[in-house]
């Protein structure tokens, strides 16, 4: 049983004592199928801390207990602006401590610097991109752009481009387009750098059509398949339209790979003599349109037919539902949001922020059902307690990218690696049936995740002569009733859980904070540091006891979901 029927289970449960028989039979059944039958009809409900939590948790990486609180007294309606107000490019990433290369002085950026036959440059400057793609989660704020250019990430992937000046212009791409047109943002990424280099587009010509990046582009990446209606014939497309579209999309090159030359910046170039100029004409399923020879447009072109069909915005909608919501699309899913995201869609010209919008203002989104079955990733994972602790990363600059690096050092342990996705499919928790979300726990990622937690925790980070640590007193200092063990854990409980804690619970965890002593021993040892807190023994004492109890929290399953 997934986390969605347990839950449903259980508010089925709770409202069997007050039933007919009749009744209990028909909500054992609702239970057992754990389905929401909500649509994108707007959310009317509360709107309580649980609520903003429940929002910002699936739209960032981890809200602080000041911006869940924030949220509060905003209002939906604000917040959701928040989350979507236009920001500018952040700084790019600068080269932090590397003090060979002449061309980018240590603080300046690399971005456009070219690279060099005698030193290697590419090693810190990735390292950099790292580091600086792990800062940017970190101090995003009230805003949904970082976890959709992880979204479009996963959906437009490419990975293995050993050039962070290519890797630094597809990511950005993203950032530009992050809410934006779909059509548009297709057109440019078919035509990227990088994507021309990782599904051979720049080896696409007249006469020797590649056709990887054609069949990626209507299975993955805009239509899907659908179901198989005959030989070579997938529903939404078929063989014949793959060969076509790779013919079309001859003639593209990308320029500036690990270019040593200062005058060369990257950039795509189309070369009219390596374009098939022949027609080209597309099966049924595309109601066999020919295109014939436009040139540089005829991409252009060949993509606005491809979302001339209205599958696309399902196609898209499905994906989005996946990643803010949950992986189960059932029959009244599919009819009652997926299909009004599609709708919503088509009506704005594939613009994506009024169907997501839409899916985050909705009944559906915020439904109980939907609080909580979802199980994070692991850059989700990692960057969500450090951030919710407000950990405290060292100041200066090489140190601080030398801290944010190995912050994300540990991702590839844990399965999921920026920039580097385990095939054009993207990670498997968001297409692989059946487990989805639940292949990101298993016998190796499980304990390095208890071992991540609890180092921070602990001991935290300290490399380059500098600590990054997690300050439990600071914490909970700005905790309601912090002297009270029992508002202290529900509330911290509130912050880090997408659900509300049981008593057993409850009471398992003030074991671990007060052993096997009354709820005033807690008390009188916190107002004792209160009134004294340069008193080093009683600050350690009581954050020690903190200590424990957050390492045993976020070693609990709840702390594993959103």
Excluded: C
Aim: no cysteine; glycine share 4%; aromatic share 12%.
């Amino acid at each position: 049983m997934d986390r969605r029927a347990t839950l449903s289970t259980l508010f089925g449960q709770k409202t069997f004592a007050r039933s007919s028989a009749k009744q209990r039979v028909m909500e054992q059944k609702t239970a057992a199928k754990p389905s929401v039958f909500s649509g994108l009809e707007p959310y009317e409900g509360p709107w309580e801390f649980e609520q903003a939590a429940h929002l910002l948790r699936r739209t960032t990486f981890g809200p602080t207990n000041a911006l869940i609180k924030e949220a509060v007294t905003s209002g939906l309606d604000a917040v959701m602006e928040q989350l979507f107000a236009e920001l500018p490019l952040p700084a790019p990433p600068v080269n932090p401590d590397f003090e060979e290369d002449p061309n980018v002085p240590i603080g300046e950026t690399w971005i456009d610097a070219p690279y060099l036959e005698s030193i290697k440059l590419k090693p810190y400057r990735n390292r950099s991109l790292r580091s600086w793609t792990t800062g940017l989660i970190l101090e995003e704020g009230v805003s949904i752009r970082e976890k959709l250019v992880l979204f479009w990430h996963n959906h437009f992937v490419t990975a293995n481009i050993n050039d962070p000046k290519y890797n630094y212009r597809y990511i950005t791409l993203f950032r530009e387009n992050a809410w934006g047109n779909f059509r548009e943002l297709t057109k440019k990424i078919t035509i990227d750098p990088s994507m021309l280099r990782y599904l051979n587009g720049n080896q696409n010509t007249g006469g020797a059509a590649n056709e990887n990046y054609a069949r990626e582009l209507l299975e993955l990446f805009t239509i899907g398949k659908g179901e198989l209606a005959g030989p070579g014939d997938y529903t939404n497309y078929t063989e014949v339209d793959v060969v076509q579209i790779a013919r079309v999309l001859t003639g593209w090159r990308d320029i500036g790979f690990s270019s040593i030359n200062p005058d060369v910046q990257i950039h795509s170039v189309f070369i009219p003599n390596r374009h098939d100029k022949e027609a080209k004409k597309l099966s049924h399923r595309f109601d066999e349109v020919v295109i014939t020879n436009l040139g540089e447009e005829e991409y252009a072109h060949l993509i606005d037919i491809i979302f001339s069909k209205d599958e696309v915005a399902r196609f898209i909608s499905r994906k989005l539902y996946r990643w803010f919501v949950y992986y189960t699309i059932t029959d009244e899913t599919e009819a009652d949001v997926i299909e009004s995201m599609a709708q919503i869609l088509l009506q704005n010209d594939f613009e994506i922020r009024p169907a997501l919008e839409a899916l985050l203002r909705s009944q559906h989104f915020f439904d109980m059902l939907n609080v909580g079955p979802m199980i994070k990733n692991p850059i989700d994972f990692v960057l969500s307690f450090l951030k919710q602790f407000e950990a405290t990363f060292p100041e200066p600059l090489a140190q601080k990218y030398r801290h944010w690096f190995l912050v994300g050092r540990v991702l590839p342990s844990l399965q999921m690696e920026y920039f580097s996705p385990p095939s054009v499919a993207g990670w498997k928790a968001y297409y692989q049936e059946p487990g989805f979300y639940r292949m990101w726990i298993n016998s190796v990622t499980l304990p390095i995740r208890m071992e991540v937690t609890n180092l921070f925790i602990t001991e935290g980070l300290r490399a380059a002569g500098a600590r990054t640590t997690i300050d439990v007193l600071a914490f909970i200092e700005k905790l309601q009733y912090p002297s009270d063990p029992n508002s202290l854990i529900m509330e911290s409980a509130a912050i880090l859980f997408p659900q509300p804690i049981s008593e057993n619970q409850l009471n398992f965890l003030k074991g671990i904070l007060i052993p096997g002593l009354p709820d005033f021993e807690w008390t009188s040892e916190y107002n004792a540091f209160l009134s004294d807190p340069t008193n080093e023994d009683l600050a350690l004492t009581v954050s020690n006891k903190l200590r424990n109890l957050y390492r045993a929290m976020l070693s609990m399953p709840e702390f594993y979901l959103s």
